[in-house]
């Protein structure tokens, strides 16, 4: 608020009233104040600091968590750490900062984070980022120590730390960073090899990524529940709140923005305002993910009729994606090129839409990479990792992603689809304004792959099926 040049009696600061202070200092008990740190997560960062210290022998390392960005003037949009910064720690701590100083064998780490305001300091009510009044009860340095296995200062003692810390390297969210860090540039080469580590997931990372898919799972069957009720009137934000509900009790929240298109907005490949209606004679795509209370998310597609049966013509662009969405899983396992999976899919994309007669030149030229005719139905890429970030690893070189090799350990999504836009004049009119997609969420393994969203059916009678009766039954 504004301090006015002639202060009100009435309106005092209570920052600056003796009684008031002294009051507030007095007949306070101590309130729970147990880091919220998931089970298991200390092991795993610490193991992944390891990973990242052997990759940057003699390297200081400095990783800044960010703070939650301003909605408007003091309300912000909700916080989530810096993804590698928490891969790197546990800690989901606002404003914290990772440094990790090179030593004989490795590396020392200390996590800095913002002193909580307690009673007896005028911050505890006057201090609405860090006062116990004002955000419940705060761990202080020693509650987040014992949770994460790690030394743990106040942010007030970094910036004399840092003097003797080397031409340190940097990555997180350094625009965002606290002042006591300074003015630190990211480095492209740290921000690298994070990804590239991160491309392989350990079995804490993959059991949390399973538990991610079977909450969405869930999700999922929420959402068919409430179809009657959207298509009475709620519309796609009736069933995109349905799910962000669900996703916020069972999680941390979704994943990224929650897609629900009916109709012609099917085809419309990041649908996120959800503001139409939900047609009964049209297909309704849901792209859904939940996200656990330790950020690794899920990635989930399915295209359902709203009605509850496919029309011919539904069905028909239905039956082409899922082929190839079959072409490609088939085509995930270690050893194999991570562009193999993209290549089968699209080959059969391709052939069915030259059966269909919507192609203007033959398949081969097509496939070319000098055509490419069949991608004006299938713009976007149709697969990618999935970890911590929904599209994750995006830092990582072309050579470990596209033109790398998958391995076991790692977590991928292969999602096909098909995206006839109702004025798209190239698509028979009986076939404009349908969008199916279909994705999964897929673990390469040692001899193969297993996929971690098989609960949901991928064929048009089963999804019927499901519809009627929407339960978990992984197989």
């Known amino acids: 608020m504004p301090r006015?040049?002639?202060?009100?009696?009435?309106?005092?600061?209570?920052?600056?009233?003796?009684?008031?202070?002294?009051?507030?200092?007095?007949?306070?008990?101590?309130?729970?104040?147990?880091?919220?740190?998931?089970?298991?997560?200390?092991?795993?960062?610490?193991?992944?600091?390891?990973?990242?210290?052997?990759?940057?022998?003699?390297?200081?390392?400095?990783?800044?968590?960010?703070?939650?960005?301003?909605?408007?003037?003091?309300?912000?949009?909700?916080?989530?750490?810096?993804?590698?910064?928490?891969?790197?720690?546990?800690?989901?701590?606002?404003?914290?900062?990772?440094?990790?100083?090179?030593?004989?064998?490795?590396?020392?780490?200390?996590?800095?984070?913002?002193?909580?305001?307690?009673?007896?300091?005028?911050?505890?009510?006057?201090?609405?980022?860090?006062?116990?009044?004002?955000?419940?009860?705060?761990?202080?340095?020693?509650?987040?120590?014992?949770?994460?296995?790690?030394?743990?200062?106040?942010?007030?003692?970094?910036?004399?730390?840092?003097?003797?810390?080397?031409?340190?390297?940097?990555a997180g969210q350094l625009a965002s960073a606290p002042a006591e860090l300074g003015v630190r540039h990211p480095s492209r080469e740290l921000g690298r090899i994070l990804a590239e580590l991160r491309m392989v997931k350990d079995q804490w990372e993959i059991d949390e990524l399973r538990r991610a898919v079977d909450a969405s799972v869930e999700g999922f069957a929420s959402v068919i529940k409430e179809i009657p009720t959207a298509i009475a009137g709620g519309g796609e934000r009736w069933l995109q709140g349905t799910f962000d509900r669900h996703a916020r009790t069972y999680g941390n929240g979704p994943g990224y923005s929650t897609i629900v298109g009916s109709g012609k907005h099917a085809p419309t490949l990041h649908w996120v305002r959800c503001d139409g209606p939900v047609l009964e004679q049209e297909l309704l795509l849901l792209d859904m993910g939940v996200e656990t209370r330790a950020f690794y998310t899920a990635d989930v597609t399915r295209t359902f009729p709203a009605s509850g049966t496919f029309s011919p013509e539904q069905r028909l662009v239905h039956d082409l994606v899922e082929k190839s969405h079959r072409a490609g899983l088939a085509a995930v396992r270690p050893g194999r090129s991570f562009s193999d999976f993209h290549a089968a899919s699209m080959e059969v994309i391709a052939n069915g839409l030259h059966d269909w007669g919507l192609l203007p030149v033959s398949v081969d030229e097509a496939l070319s990479p000098t055509g490419q005719q069949h991608r004006r139905y299938l713009v976007c890429g149709i697969g990618h990792h999935l970890g911590l970030d929904v599209h994750d690893c995006a830092q990582s070189s072309y050579e470990s992603y596209q033109g790398g090799m998958m391995t076991p350990g790692m977590v991928l999504t292969v999602e096909p689809g098909l995206y006839f836009h109702a004025f798209d004049e190239t698509v028979p009119p009986e076939l404009r304004g349908i969008g199916a997609r279909i994705e999964d969420d897929i673990l390469v393994t040692a001899d193969g792959s297993d996929v971690l969203s098989d609960a949901l059916p991928l064929d048009a009678t089963g999804l019927e099926q499901w519809m009627r009766n929407p339960k978990i039954s992984r197989s």
């Open 4 to 170: 006015p040049r002639n202060p009100d009696p009435r309106l005092p600061r209570l920052a600056e009233v003796p009684g008031f202070v002294d009051y507030m200092g007095t007949g306070w008990g101590t309130p729970d104040r147990t880091a919220p740190v998931e089970p298991g997560v200390a092991a795993a960062a610490a193991a992944h600091r390891e990973r990242l210290s052997t990759a940057l022998p003699g390297h200081a390392i400095v990783v800044a968590t960010g703070r939650a960005p301003v909605r408007a003037n003091d309300s912000y949009y909700g916080f989530r750490p810096d993804s590698n910064f928490f891969w790197l720690t546990g800690c989901d701590a606002e404003d914290a900062v990772l440094v990790m100083q090179p030593v004989a064998g490795g590396h020392d780490a200390t996590v800095y984070i913002p002193a909580p305001a307690y009673p007896g300091e005028v911050g505890f009510f006057a201090d609405a980022a860090h006062g116990e009044l004002w955000v419940g009860s705060a761990p202080g340095m020693p509650e987040w120590s014992a949770a994460l296995g790690l030394t743990v200062k106040p942010l007030s003692a970094l910036e004399a730390d840092l003097r003797s810390v080397k031409d340190p390297i940097a």
